[in-house]
């Protein structure tokens, strides 16, 4: 089995939880205690609480968000998909468990070039993405940005950046817009175990915790960097325990079960709302697809990702809990089809909508107006 997604277990796990009132002691005695505390809140209660509605609308994102990919993949098979195409399969339960926990009216977000799945999983609508992916002047960025590069001012959704990092200290700058206008929100700010080892990344740690920034850093350790694995390019593989140094409490958080990451997701929140300033979230997971759709992964064996979706897959997992709970095979049946022809219609109409116009090139264009 690789060290792979629930296989953080390979890690040693983290310190067995205290009773409450050895806690208030431990904390008065230890001043470090406060970098561990969210992590021994997470053990105690590591999973979310969730009503089989609940469930069932967490299951049926991370099935739309598979769906989209699968047919991304095959646009761009055909050709209908240019440039860059980075599938978010296997991490499903990362953006839908995290999202979930959000305040749309108030909370933002910020992610790499792998961001279908969290535009969906923000409730963008799956047609403008497919449209975006596809080139067209229906697409979210009007066709400009494609897969990389979507926004959503309305949603608070800053990117889609494809210069790997970059996402991170741009998420202090709307953390600390947060803080500014004084409106409660928090900045969730996503990347990847490569972007971990990027310079800008501890430089934003240091200012995001001297200020007490309203911002959750995500890491989503899918256990590569194109074809380098987190193992063989990253010193501390525990990312979590990387803001250490600048005072930013860690979580490790099993980024395959979206109730894990759901309630994690509630302890960072709270913390973060209550003006404690940054968290830091390693999110365990694995991507099941290439790095792009160039990648022929052959840095890995297919036993080696057969064992995590026979295993380990976030939406098998749901599946069987909420038949657990009662659900019906013909009820996850029919939701199945129902999220297939919604996938097939965000395909038709993209693929039916014009190309944005030549006029578009000038558009959205910062030019320096000549002296
Ligand atoms: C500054 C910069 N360096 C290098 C690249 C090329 N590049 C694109 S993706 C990538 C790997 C990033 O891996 P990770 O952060 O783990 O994210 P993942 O693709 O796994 O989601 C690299 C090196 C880039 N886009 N930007
Ligand atoms: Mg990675």
């Known amino acids: 089995m690789p060290r792979a997604a629930a296989s953080k277990s390979a890690k040693p796990k983290p310190a067995k939880a205290t009773p409450a009132g050895a806690e208030v002691a431990e904390a008065a005695k230890d001043p470090d205690f406060e970098l561990r505390s969210l992590q021994v809140a997470h053990t105690k209660q590591p999973r979310y609480k969730a009503s089989k509605d609940e469930l069932t609308g967490f299951y049926e994102q991370m099935l739309l968000i598979r769906r989209f990919e699968e047919k991304a993949g095959q646009l761009y098979g055909l050709g209908l998909i240019g440039g860059f195409c980075h599938l978010y399969i296997g991490q499903e339960a990362v953006a839908v468990g995290l999202q979930s926990a959000l305040d749309p009216e108030r909370d933002s977000v910020i992610t790499g070039y792998r961001d279908h799945g969290h535009m969906l999983a923000y409730g963008l609508d799956p047609k403008v993405i497919m449209a975006e992916l596809t080139g067209r002047q229906a ?9 990389m590069h979507m926004f959503s001012n309305e949603k608070r959704f800053y990117g889609g950046h494809g210069i790997v990092g970059a996402q991170v200290p741009l998420g202090a700058g709307l953390a600390f817009a947060h803080k500014y206008r004084g409106d409660d929100g928090v900045c969730v700010a996503y990347f990847g175990d490569g972007a ?9 740690f240091n200012m995001a915790s001297l200020w007490k920034l309203p911002i959750i850093f995500v890491v989503e350790d899918n256990q590569y960097a194109m074809g380098t694995a987190s193992k063989r390019s990253s010193a501390e593989t525990h990312f979590h325990r990387r803001g250490t140094a600048f005072r930013i409490p860690g979580m490790d ?20 709302r ?21 990648d022929p992964a052959k840095y890995r064996t297919r036993a080696e990702v057969d ?4 295993h380990n897959d976030p939406i098998e997992r749901a599946k069987k809990e909420l038949l657990e709970l009662g659900e019906s095979e013909e009820s996850l049946k029919a939701l199945d089809k129902r999220i297939r022809a919604t996938v097939g219609e965000a395909a038709d109409f ?22």
């Open 274 to 294: 209550a003006g404690g300033g940054p968290v830091l979230m390693e999110l365990n997971t694995y991507r099941y697809r290439g790095h792009s759709m160039s």
């Open 196 to 204: 971990a080892n990027q310079g800008q990344v501890y430089e934003t």
């Open 139 to 147: 697409g979210i960025s009007k066709g400009k940005g494609g897969s």
């Open 307 to 310: 064992d995590v979706r026979e």
């Open 253 to 272: 958080v099993n980024g395959m079960d979206v109730l894990e990451v759901r309630q994690a997701a509630e302890v960072a929140l709270k913390y973060v």
């Open 350 to 371: 993209a693929e039916g909508s014009p190309e944005p116009e030549l006029a578009e090139l000038y558009t959205d264009v910062l030019v320096e107006p000549r002296a």
